[in-house]
C-alpha cells in the first residue's frame, strides 16, 4: 500500500487551520499541540506579570503576553510556527496593527522559553530559530534541572539561561540559585532564579 505524504503546512496555512482552544506550534510543517503543566504555567505566569510590572513601573513602551504566535525558520528554510511561553514586543509594533491577529513575523524583544521534558527544543532548535529571526533577548528557564550536565554542569542545578543577541549571535549569561537574572530589556528587574524556581509551586490568585 502506498501512502500519501502528509502536505506540510505554510505558516499562512497553519494561522488559517489553527484549531480552536489550546496552544500549538507550526513544527515541520505539522500543527502539534503545546502542552504544559500547571508549575510550568505557574513560572511562565510569574515572569508575565513581574515583566509587566516593570513596564508599568518605568512606563516602558513594551507589551507582555503569553499567547503570541511569531513566525521563524528552521536552517532549511523550513517556516515555524512558534508561541513562546511568555513574549515581549515593543508597544509600537503590536499597535501598528491592532486589528490583525496574534501572529507576528518581525523580531521580538524578549522570548521566554520554561523547558519542559523536550527541553532540547529549547536549548537547540528554538535558540537556533530565535537567533536566527533576530530576537534581541531569549530566555531559557530550566527550572526543574532538566536539561542534560552539558548545559547545566555538574551537579545540575536549576537555571535562568538569558541569552543577547550580539552582531547577529547569541551570548549567554547564566544565573543560578540567588543570583539576580540579568536583562538588557528591563535592566533594574529585582528578581532571582530562587524566585523562579518557588513560583512553580505557589501562584497566588
Same mark, same amino acid.
Request: without cysteine; charged residues 20%; aromatic residues 10%.
Given at each position: 500500500?502506498?501512502?500519501?505524504?502528509?502536505?506540510?503546512?505554510? /505558516?499562512?496555512? /497553519?494561522?488559517?487551520?489553527?484549531?480552536?482552544?489550546?496552544?500549538?506550534?507550526?513544527?515541520?510543517?505539522?500543527? $502539534?499541540?503545546?502542552?504544559?503543566?500547571?508549575?510550568?504555567?505557574?513560572?511562565?505566569? /510569574?515572569?508575565?506579570?513581574?515583566?509587566?510590572?516593570?513596564?508599568r513601573r518605568l512606563g516602558l513602551e513594551y507589551i507582555a503576553d503569553k499567547d503570541i504566535i511569531i513566525r521563524t525558520f528552521t536552517d532549511a528554510g523550513q517556516e515555524q510556527g512558534r508561541n513562546?511561553?511568555?513574549?515581549? =514586543?515593543?508597544?509600537?509594533?503590536?499597535?501598528?496593527?491592532?486589528?490583525? &491577529?496574534?501572529?507576528?513575523?518581525?523580531?521580538?524583544?524578549?522570548?521566554?522559553? =520554561? @523547558?519542559?521534558?523536550?527541553?532540547?527544543?529549547? &536549548?537547540?532548535?528554538?535558540?537556533?530559530?530565535?537567533?536566527?529571526?533576530? $530576537?534581541?533577548?531569549?530566555? $531559557?528557564?530550566? &527550572?526543574?534541572?532538566?536539561?542534560?550536565?552539558? &548545559?547545566?554542569?555538574?551537579?545540575?542545578?536549576? @537555571? =535562568?539561561?538569558?541569552?543577547?543577541?550580539?552582531?547577529?549571535?547569541?551570548?549567554?549569561q547564566k544565573f543560578t540559585g540567588n543570583d539576580h537574572i540579568l536583562s538588557t530589556t528591563f535592566p533594574e528587574l529585582a528578581l532571582t532564579v530562587k524566585q523562579v524556581i518557588a513560583a512553580s509551586?505557589?501562584?497566588?490568585?
Amino acid at each position: 500500500m502506498v501512502q500519501t505524504p502528509v502536505k506540510k503546512l505554510t /505558516f499562512e496555512e /497553519f494561522l488559517e487551520q489553527y484549531p480552536d482552544g489550546g496552544i500549538y506550534e507550526l513544527i515541520d510543517g505539522v500543527i $502539534i499541540p503545546v502542552e504544559a503543566t500547571r508549575a510550568h504555567k505557574n513560572v511562565a505566569r /510569574f515572569l508575565m506579570l513581574a515583566f509587566n510590572d516593570e513596564i508599568r513601573r518605568l512606563g516602558l513602551e513594551y507589551i507582555a503576553d503569553k499567547d503570541i504566535i511569531i513566525r521563524t525558520f528552521t536552517d532549511a528554510g523550513q517556516e515555524q510556527g512558534r508561541n513562546p511561553d511568555v513574549s515581549v =514586543v515593543s508597544a509600537s509594533q503590536w499597535n501598528s496593527n491592532v486589528l490583525a &491577529y496574534g501572529a507576528l513575523i518581525e523580531p521580538i524583544q524578549l522570548a521566554v522559553e =520554561v @523547558t519542559s521534558t523536550n527541553w532540547d527544543d529549547d &536549548y537547540v532548535d528554538k535558540l537556533d530559530e530565535y537567533q536566527r529571526l533576530g $530576537i534581541i533577548e531569549y530566555w $531559557i528557564v530550566d &527550572y526543574l534541572a532538566i536539561a542534560s550536565r552539558a &548545559y547545566l554542569g555538574n551537579p545540575k542545578l536549576p @537555571t =535562568v539561561f538569558v541569552y543577547q543577541l550580539v552582531e547577529g549571535h547569541y551570548q549567554v549569561q547564566k544565573f543560578t540559585g540567588n543570583d539576580h537574572i540579568l536583562s538588557t530589556t528591563f535592566p533594574e528587574l529585582a528578581l532571582t532564579v530562587k524566585q523562579v524556581i518557588a513560583a512553580s509551586q505557589i501562584q497566588k490568585l
